[in-house]
């Protein structure tokens, strides 16, 4: 039998390759979950590269090759956290005011489910409320915006169609429901004992939306 052809070593190079590539992957996301961990513990600002690397099992050599930097794996950290809301609700965002309570709801029990997800964005939000330049600032803003947005437009269409009281103001309606998450979150993570986050949501969004509203 002869040596292998220059087929076989290209298909051997390209299987090398394609291991290689889904370990850095593997290895990229362990140090964002470790990172998504120890920010909403600790803070950005109170946590270091070397501290994300021993809780992923690398070096910190290794989280920098990755990411480049600590402000690179906080934007890679904050897209994971967009990308997996985005993921889990996407499928209610056509659903009128039905629709926009079930993601809230499910919303509510996944952050019960993960409450790490919820410290995450607490705390970094709260650590970065001063600093008004920053990409982190500017994006919780954008986030805020883009879902006051989202809400109104659902409200608004409910209400043109009159399945809401006729004195209801969209915009006013959306920033009090998203000033009601954020609160509610933030009263729960202080005390998830005593506070049934999802229960509460459910409470106040029957109140400001009945179900036959939609």
Do not use: C
Not at 33 to 57: C, H, I, P, Q
Not at 161 to 178: I, N, S
Not at 183 to 202: K, N, Q, S
Request: aromatic share 4%.
């Amino acid at each position: 039998m002869g040596g292998r052809t220059a087929s076989d070593k290209l298909r051997a190079i390209a299987g090398i390759k394609g291991q290689t590539q889904q370990r850095g992957i593997e290895r990229r996301r362990r140090i964002v979950d470790a990172a998504v961990e120890l920010f909403g513990r600790n803070g950005y600002r109170g946590t270091g590269v070397a501290a994300v690397a021993e809780r992923a099992g690398i070096t910190p050599s290794a989280v920098i090759h990755h990411f480049g930097s600590k402000d690179r794996l906080l934007q890679a950290v904050l897209d994971e956290f967009d990308a997996r809301a985005a993921a889990r609700l996407a499928h209610h965002l056509d659903g009128g005011l039905t629709g926009l309570v079930a993601a809230l709801l499910d919303d509510a029990d996944h952050m019960t489910r993960h409450p790490g997800l919820a410290t995450l964005h607490t705390v970094l939000q709260a650590e970065h409320l001063a600093d008004g330049d920053s990409p982190v600032h500017i994006r919780f803003r954008e986030r805020s915006r883009l879902l006051r947005r989202h809400i109104a437009d659902t409200v608004g269409t409910a209400h043109r169609l009159g399945r809401l009281p006729a004195a209801t103001d969209p915009e006013a309606t959306a920033a009090e429901l998203l000033a009601f998450l954020e609160g509610a979150l933030t009263l729960w993570l202080l005390d998830p004992e005593t506070v049934d986050l999802v229960a509460l949501y459910r409470g106040y969004l029957n109140r400001i939306f009945p179900p036959e509203a939609d």
